[in-house]
C-alpha cells in the first residue's frame, strides 16, 4: 500500500478517501521499489505491528493511562484491599492507648483489636498502671469489679513466679516481655450500640534474663470481647480469651536473652486500624 492510498480528497465528503496521482513535483514520477525492498517494508510494519499490540496489551502508552486518571472517558484504576477509606484515624489517648474510634463495625474491630494488646501487655501487671487502663478501656459500671477481680489475679506471689517485683517490674537485672500482635479480627455480632469481636492473637511472652526460670516463647490464642459504645467511643464490658489457633512451630532458632531484651527495647509497638 502506498502513501497516498488513505488520504483524503481536498474536496471530498468527510471519511471519502481515494488514491492520489504520484507526486511528480520533484521532476519526474515516483520511483517503484525493487521486490527486495518491499518485502523489508513489509517485515518491518509487521514488526511495528506486532511491537504496537505487545505495547497495548500492557497497558497502553502515557496518554491512554493521562485519561484513565482525569478527566478523559478511560477508567482509572480500582482501589486495592488498603485504600484509604477516608475515615479520621484514631487518636493517641492516655499512657498512649488509641481512642476515638469510629461508630462503625469497622471502628468496634480495630478498637478491640487494640484493646487486646492493652490487656495482654506487661502495664497490666503494674497495680498503678493497670488502674488507669481499667477505667479508659471499660465500661463505667463495669471498672470496680474488674479492677478488683484483677488485683486477685495478679498477686505479689504471682508476679514474683515470673521474675518481676511487687510493682510490676523487672529484677535482677532482667527484662520481662508481654508483646501481642492481631493477626486478624471478626465480629460475631454488631449493632450501634453493641459489638461482640473476636481477635485471633500470636505474641511473645516472659522474662528475658541470663538466670530466668521463665524464658521468652510464642503463644497463639483468640480473645473475645464485648464492646458498648459508650462515652463517644467504644469501650470494653467483658472479656474472655482461649488457646488457638496456633500454626505447626518452625525451625526458627531461638534467640539469646540479651538479643530478646534488646529487641523489646528498641522495638516499640503499633496501633491497629482498618
Known amino acids: 500500500m502506498s502513501l497516498g492510498d488513505e488520504h483524503e480528497t481536498a474536496g471530498g465528503y468527510a471519511g471519502t478517501r481515494t488514491r492520489l496521482p504520484e507526486d511528480t513535483s520533484s521532476g519526474g514520477p515516483r520511483r517503484r521499489a525493487s521486490s527486495s525492498r518491499s518485502l523489508i517494508t513489509v517485515v518491518a510494519v509487521v514488526v511495528l505491528l506486532i511491537a504496537a499490540i505487545a ?66 501487655s506487661a502495664d497490666i501487671l503494674k497495680p498503678t498502671r493497670r488502674s488507669e487502663i481499667v477505667r479508659q478501656l471499660f465500661v463505667s459500671d463495669e471498672q470496680a469489679a474488674l479492677e478488683q477481680q484483677l488485683d486477685q ?3 505479689e506471689e504471682f508476679l514474683n513466679n515470673i521474675g518481676l517485683d511487687k510493682n510490676g517490674n523487672s529484677k535482677d537485672a532482667q527484662t520481662y516481655v508481654s508483646r501481642t500482635v492481631p493477626i486478624g479480627t471478626k465480629a460475631t455480632s454488631y ?65 539469646s536473652a540479651d538479643e530478646m531484651a534488646k529487641a523489646v527495647e528498641e522495638n516499640g509497638g503499633f496501633s491497629y486500624a482498618r
Request: charged letters at 20%.
Open 153 to 155: 489475679a495478679y498477686t
Open 55 to 120: 505495547f497495548a496489551n500492557r497497558g497502553g502508552d502515557d496518554s491512554s493511562s493521562d485519561e484513565g486518571s482525569g478527566g478523559g472517558g478511560g477508567k482509572g484504576p480500582e482501589a486495592s484491599e488498603t485504600a484509604a477509606t477516608g475515615t479520621k484515624p484514631v487518636g493517641t489517648g492516655s499512657g498512649g492507648i488509641p481512642s476515638g474510634f469510629a461508630h462503625d463495625q469497622q471502628g468496634a474491630e480495630s478498637a478491640a483489636a487494640n484493646y487486646a494488646v492493652t490487656l495482654v
Open 191 to 255: 449493632s450501634d450500640t453493641a459489638a461482640s469481636i473476636e481477635v485471633w492473637c500470636t505474641g511473645v511472652f516472659g522474662t528475658a534474663g541470663e538466670t530466668s526460670t521463665n524464658p521468652v516463647t510464642s503463644d497463639w490464642f483468640t480473645m473475645t470481647l464485648q464492646l458498648r459504645w459508650a462515652d463517644g467511643d467504644w469501650k470494653v464490658d467483658s472479656f474472655a480469651q482461649k488457646d488457638g489457633p496456633a500454626p505447626v512451630p518452625g525451625d526458627d532458632k531461638a534467640s
